[in-house]
C-alpha cells in the first residue's frame, strides 16, 4: 500500500488522502475492492454472509491488490428492500471488528447513509465513509464525518433506491451535477471536512445514455479539486447494453474503467481487484 507521512509532503486534496497521521498517494489510481454482507446485492459473487467467508475474500483483494476495502450491509441497487438501521448495524459491526483485528492495516470504507452505523463502524476501526446519498438521508452523518476527520465519499444520487430511477430528468446533466456537487463540497467545508472524494453515482437516476453521457465527460469534474472515484463494476449500463448478464459483464467493466483512467479518475470501485490492477499498470505504463 502506498502510504506516506504528513510530514513527508506537502498535503494537496486532489491527489492525497489523509487517515489520521498517514496519507494515499493517489497519483497513481487506486483500488476499493467490494464487499457486500447482504443477501441481494445485484451481483451474486459480491454477496457475502458469514465471517470465514468475508475473511476469505479480504484477504484475497488484498493479495490481489486492493488499496481500500468497500463493506456494506445495505442493497443499494435500483429496487432494493428496506433494511432497518439495527439490521444494517448487526450485519456490519461485528465484522468491521473482525476485520479491524485480522487486516489493521488495510483501509476499511464503510458503505452506509446513516449516521449512527458510521460512528460504530468508525469506531470499531473503519477509516473512512462512503455515502450514496451525499448526507441527503441522514443529515447527522456530516456531524460525524467531521468529528472523526476521516475521508468522505461524496456520491451523486436522486430519491432512494426504491424510486431513482423513476428520478432522471435533468435540466442538464452536467450543470446540475456541478451545482449538486459545488453546493455539498461548501457544506462539508463548513464543517472542516477537508478530504471529499467525488462520485458521479454512474446508475442512481440516471438513464442508461446518461450513464454515457456522464462518463464521456468526466474530466470537466476536475474543476472542483477533488479526486474522482466511479462505480462502474458489472452494472447495468453495461450488461444491459451488452444484453448480457452481471455474471458476463467483466470485459465490458474493463473497456469503461480504461476510459475512465483516461479521463482522470484516481479510484476504481470495483467487484474484480486483479483485472483493475492489471488495467491500471497498462494506463500507468502508457502514460
Same mark, same amino acid.
Request: hydrophobic share 40%; with cysteine; aromatic share 8%.
Given at each position: 500500500m502506498s502510504k506516506i507521512s504528513v510530514e513527508d509532503t506537502n498535503y494537496s486534496p486532489n491527489q492525497l488522502l489523509r487517515f489520521g497521521e498517514k496519507l494515499l498517494d493517489l497519483s497513481v489510481p487506486k483500488i476499493m475492492g467490494i464487499i457486500n454482507c447482504t443477501p441481494d446485492s445485484f451481483y451474486q459473487e459480491s454477496r457475502f454472509s458469514k465471517y470465514d467467508e468475508i475473511h476469505r475474500e479480504v484477504e484475497r483483494k488484498i493479495n490481489d491488490g486492493a488499496d481500500i476495502i468497500d463493506l456494506g450491509a445495505v442493497s443499494?441497487?435500483?429496487?432494493?428492500?428496506?433494511?432497518?438501521?439495527?439490521?444494517?448495524? @448487526?450485519?456490519? $459491526?461485528?465484522?468491521? #471488528?473482525?476485520? /479491524? %483485528?485480522?487486516?489493521?492495516?488495510? *483501509?476499511?470504507? &464503510?458503505?452506509?447513509?446513516?449516521?449512527?452505523?458510521?460512528?460504530?463502524?468508525?469506531?470499531?476501526?473503519?477509516?473512512?465513509?462512503?455515502?450514496i446519498s451525499a448526507s441527503q438521508f441522514d443529515s447527522e452523518l456530516i456531524e460525524v464525518v467531521s468529528r472523526h476527520q476521516c475521508p468522505y465519499v461524496l456520491m451523486h444520487s436522486r430519491g432512494t433506491p426504491?424510486?431513482?430511477?423513476?428520478?432522471?430528468?435533468?435540466?442538464?446533466?452536467?450543470? @446540475?451535477?456541478? $451545482?449538486?456537487?459545488? #453546493?455539498?463540497? /461548501? %457544506?462539508?467545508?463548513?464543517?472542516? *471536512?477537508?478530504? &471529499?472524494?467525488?462520485?458521479?453515482?454512474?446508475?442512481?437516476?440516471?438513464?442508461?445514455?446518461?450513464?454515457?453521457?456522464?462518463?464521456?465527460?468526466?474530466?470537466?469534474?476536475?474543476?472542483?479539486?477533488?479526486?474522482?472515484?466511479?462505480?462502474?463494476?458489472?452494472?447495468?449500463?453495461?450488461?444491459?447494453?451488452?444484453?448480457?448478464?452481471?455474471?458476463?459483464?467483466?470485459?465490458?467493466?474493463?473497456?469503461?474503467?480504461?476510459?475512465?483512467?483516461?479521463?482522470?479518475?484516481?479510484?476504481?470501485?470495483?467487484?474484480d481487484v486483479r483485472e483493475a490492477r492489471e488495467t491500471i499498470r497498462l494506463m500507468h505504463q502508457l502514460q
Open positions: 443499494t441497487r435500483p429496487g432494493a428492500a428496506e433494511v432497518s438501521e439495527q439490521e444494517e448495524l @448487526d450485519r456490519i $459491526l461485528p465484522l468491521v #471488528e473482525q476485520i /479491524h %483485528l485480522h487486516f489493521p492495516e488495510v *483501509i476499511l470504507s &464503510i458503505d452506509s447513509f446513516r449516521a449512527r452505523i458510521a460512528e460504530a463502524c468508525l469506531n470499531a476501526g473503519a477509516d473512512m465513509i462512503n455515502d426504491q424510486n431513482m430511477q423513476e428520478l432522471c430528468e435533468y435540466d442538464n446533466l452536467y450543470v @446540475d451535477l456541478c $451545482l449538486f456537487f459545488s #453546493e455539498k463540497k /461548501h %457544506l462539508l467545508r463548513k464543517h472542516g *471536512i477537508q478530504d &471529499i472524494i467525488l462520485d458521479p453515482g454512474f446508475g442512481f437516476a440516471k438513464t442508461l445514455e446518461q450513464n454515457y453521457e456522464l462518463l464521456k465527460m468526466l474530466d470537466r469534474f476536475h474543476f472542483l479539486e477533488l479526486p474522482i472515484m466511479v462505480g462502474l463494476s458489472r452494472k447495468s449500463m453495461i450488461y444491459k447494453l451488452l444484453e448480457s448478464s452481471p455474471e458476463e459483464a467483466l470485459n465490458g467493466t474493463t473497456v469503461l474503467h480504461t476510459i475512465a483512467l483516461q479521463q482522470g479518475a484516481q479510484i476504481l470501485r470495483v467487484h
